[in-house]
């Protein structure tokens, strides 16, 4: 549903992002597992659309978005990590205001906007204007608004930072059910508890390189043979303490 092909960004003469090839499948939520600086956000941001790549390819069901940037970006819906709210719209605006951007509107979006705002606890403030929501009321409007105009795919950048723990667990169930549906989740993450508790498969990005990629068990049958193990490449991630915790895991 997503590849990428030899995707690249440079700043200046700095190569955030390096040359990556990685597809992610249909029905899946796939896990873009890394540490800080990785290039997690600069990859997304090519996948969305609104970083011009250095070099390379991005293909959304088949779309090339350089060469038909609208018909990939319909498929899509993007949740950045820094969202940008219009603060003098209400929540049920905003919803408004997003699914118009993809052509809809009507009373099935009126009713998938009332039920996603219920879901995330924000029913009573959907007439309020965005400037009067907290920190994490924007995140959960901005998380609704990404699933009231019927995506294929959905490119998540950070999704649990800041979530109190029960959006946190309103959110994976939510993203669960939308693949089950059929749909494609990739979302980004700096933890590899995140990642565990909720991908189907993972890929792990370094220093704009991709390191391993698979499902948990096949990165747990690399981790326990080999000198490249998943220990090794973690050790060089992310250093000592991380690469335990990693082996932890993958051993409970
Ligand atoms: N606009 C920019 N100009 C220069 N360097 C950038 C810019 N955006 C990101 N970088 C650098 O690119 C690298 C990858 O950043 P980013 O994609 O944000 O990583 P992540 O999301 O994995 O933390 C970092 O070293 C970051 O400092
Ligand atoms: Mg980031």
């Known amino acids: 549903m997503i590849r990428l092909q030899q995707l690249t960004k440079r700043y200046g003469s700095f190569t955030a992002v390096n040359a990556i090839d990685l597809e992610v499948p249909r029905g899946q939520l796939f896990g873009f597992l890394g540490p800080n600086g990785a290039g997690k956000t600069t990859t997304l941001r090519m996948i969305a659309g609104i970083l011009r790549p250095t070099g390379g390819t991005v293909e959304i069901g088949g779309i090339d978005i350089a060469r038909d940037p609208m018909a990939a970006k319909m498929k899509l819906g993007f949740i950045p990590d820094r969202p940008f ?10 919803m408004r205001f997003v699914a118009g951007l993809y052509d809809q509107e009507g009373p099935e979006v009126e009713h ?5 705002l219920a879901l995330f606890d924000l029913e009573e403030w959907r007439d309020e204007l965005v400037e009067s929501y907290s920190h994490g009321m924007r995140q ?3 998380i609704s608004s990404a699933f009231v105009h019927r995506a294929e795919v959905i490119v998540v950048d950070e999704p649990m930072v800041g979530l109190d723990p029960k ?17 494609t989740i990739m979302m980004s993450t700096h933890t590899l508890e995140v990642a565990e508790a909720m991908c189907d498969r993972i890929a792990i990005i370094q220093a704009g390189k991709i390191r391993a990629s698979g499902t948990m068990a096949e990165l747990r049958q690399s981790a326990e043979g ?11 991630l992310t250093g000592e303490n991380a690469a335990r915790e990693l082996i932890e895991v993958l051993n409970a």
């Open 112 to 116: 998938r906007a009332r039920e996603l």
């Open 140 to 142: 959960k409007l901005i």
């Open 167 to 183: 959006a946190a667990r309103i959110l994976k169930d939510l993203f669960r059910e939308y693949v089950n549906r059929g749909n």
């Open 226 to 236: 080999g000198a490249e193990g998943l220990e090794e490449i973690f050790l060089k």
């Open 85 to 94: 709210i219009y603060e003098k719209l209400t929540g049920a605006e905003f």
